[in-house]
T-cell receptor
Framework: DAEITQSPRHKITETGRQVTLACHQT?????MFWYRQDLGHGLRLIHY???????NKGEVSDGYSVSRSNTEDLPLTLESAASSQTSVYFC??????????????FGPGTRLTVL | QKEVEQNSGPLSVPEGAIASLNCTYS??????FFWYRQYSGKSPELIMS????GDKEDGRFTAQLNKASQYVSLLIRDSQPSDSATYLC???????????FGAGTRLTVKP
C-alpha cells in the first residue's frame, strides 16, 4: 500500500545544530508539504513542492529549507536549530497541483525538541 | 484576527447525538474547504472536502458551506465514542497559494 513515512519519529537536539527531517512517500504524488503543529496554532505550512527541483515558501519558512531531487522525498532542514522550533512536524502529499484541490495525506509526524 | 477560526472546545455530546463543528474564515477568495480528524498523538486524516455552497454528505458526516457568511461546518450524526478527536478545518487560499488550518475543535463523545 502507498504511504508516507517520516524519520526520525522523535529527535532531541541542541540549539545551533543543523537538523534534517526525512519524508518519503510512495503515492507518486507530485506535491509534498511540510507543516509544524503547535498548541493553539494548529498546522502551519513551512514549505511545499510541486515537483522535482521546485520548492516554495509557506507561512512560516524562516529558519527552514527544503530541496526536492526526486518525486519520493522532501527532506526538511533546520539550518541552526532554535528552541522556538520545538514542535511536531508533519509531512504531507497531494495529487492535485491546484491549491483548490489540495486533499492532503499526512505522514505520522516527527516530534522535535530543541534544548 | 486569525484567518481560520474554530472554537477550541472541548465539545461534549452524548453517544447517538449530532455533533456540530463550526469554522469561519477571513479570506473571501478562499475556494476550497477541508475537514480533517486528528486523534491524540496521531496525524490528521482527511474526512471531507467541499467546494460549493450547500451541503455535502458522506455517510454520517455532512459538510455545509456558506461562502457569503464565510462559514463552513461539519455535522456528525449518530456520534460514536470513536469520533472523539480533534477536528481541523482547513481553507485553501488561492490568494496566498497555500492552505490555512484552524487550531481545531476537540470533540468528546460520551457513552
Amino acid at each position: 500500500d502507498a504511504e508516507i513515512t517520516q524519520s526520525p519519529r522523535h529527535k532531541i537536539t541542541e540549539t545551533g545544530r543543523q537538523v534534517t527531517l526525512a519524508c518519503h512517500q510512495t503515492w507518486n504524488h507530485n506535491n509534498m508539504f511540510w507543516y509544524r503543529q503547535d498548541l493553539g496554532h494548529g498546522l502551519r505550512l513551512i514549505h511545499y513542492s510541486y515537483g522535482v527541483q521546485d520548492t516554495n515558501k509557506g507561512e512560516v519558512s524562516d529558519g527552514y529549507s527544503v530541496s526536492r531531487s526526486n518525486t519520493e522525498d522532501l527532506p526538511l532542514t533546520l539550518e541552526s536549530a532554535a528552541s522556538s522550533q520545538t514542535s511536531v512536524y508533519f509531512c504531507a502529499s497531494s495529487e492535485s497541483t491546484r491549491v483548490e484541490a489540495w486533499e492532503q495525506f499526512f505522514g505520522p509526524g516527527t516530534r522535535l525538541t530543541v534544548l | 484576527q486569525k484567518e481560520v477560526e474554530q472554537n477550541s472546545g472541548p465539545l461534549s455530546v452524548p453517544e447517538g447525538a449530532i455533533a456540530s463543528l463550526n469554522c469561519t474564515y477571513s479570506d473571501r477568495g478562499s475556494q476550497s474547504f477541508f475537514w480533517y480528524r486528528q486523534y491524540s498523538g496521531k496525524s490528521p486524516e482527511l474526512i471531507m472536502s467541499i467546494y460549493s455552497n450547500g451541503d455535502k454528505e458522506d455517510g454520517r458526516f455532512t459538510a455545509q458551506l456558506n461562502k457569503a457568511s464565510q462559514y463552513v461546518s461539519l455535522l456528525i450524526r449518530d456520534s460514536q465514542p470513536s469520533d472523539s478527536a480533534t477536528y481541523l478545518c482547513a481553507v485553501a487560499s488561492v490568494y496566498n497559494n497555500d492552505m490555512r488550518f484552524g487550531a481545531g475543535t476537540r470533540l468528546t463523545v460520551k457513552p
